[in-house]
């Protein structure tokens, strides 16, 4: 765990712990927080999506996640929640599995393209020829006549 938090000091500065028990990791850089995410794709607005037809899913590779990767203690999780009649639904995640290595470091950015960050389209633009402006505000389009 201490490697962890040398590697977020040098890269991110932005590791805190409040009161000596939680810890508190803000991310103020390009990508955002997806660099730092295990890749978790839970849904929101799923209805408005439905709505607009975009598949999300389909669009950024969320998928859930393949039983051959459940740690042991998710096993057991999923076992004792099974047993105790409560549905079980594997966590869907912005992950390629047929990528994945089950290397644990997700966390501090897949570095075997597994997962889906915002970096993705910024990288697929730039070998397009496109450059970004960090500090940048963009304009809202659909108001202008």
């Known amino acids: 765990m201490e490697s962890i938090k040398i590697l977020f000091r040098r890269y991110f500065k932005t590791w805190r712990t409040l009161g000596g028990k939680t810890e ?9 927080s997806t660099i730092v995410t295990l890749g978790n794709g839970v849904r929101a607005l799923q209805g408005k999506f439905n709505e607009l ?27 004792a ?35 889906w960050t915002a970096l993705n389209p910024l990288t697929k633009a730039r070998r397009w020829g496109k450059t970004h402006q960090k ?11």
């Open 24 to 32: 508190l990791l803000r991310t103020i850089m390009v990508g955002g």
């Open 53 to 79: 037809r975009i598949d999300l899913e389909k669009e950024l590779g969320i998928m859930n996640t393949p039983e051959d990767f459940f740690g042991p203690r998710t096993r057991i999780l999923r076992d």
């Open 81 to 115: 929640s099974l047993k105790l009649g409560y549905e079980v639904k594997p966590m869907p995640k912005f992950i390629d599995f047929n990528k994945c290595r089950m290397c644990g470091t997700c966390v501090t950015g897949c570095k075997y393209g597994a997962k």
């Open 135 to 145: 500090h940048h505000r963009g304009e809202d389009s659909s108001s202008k006549k």
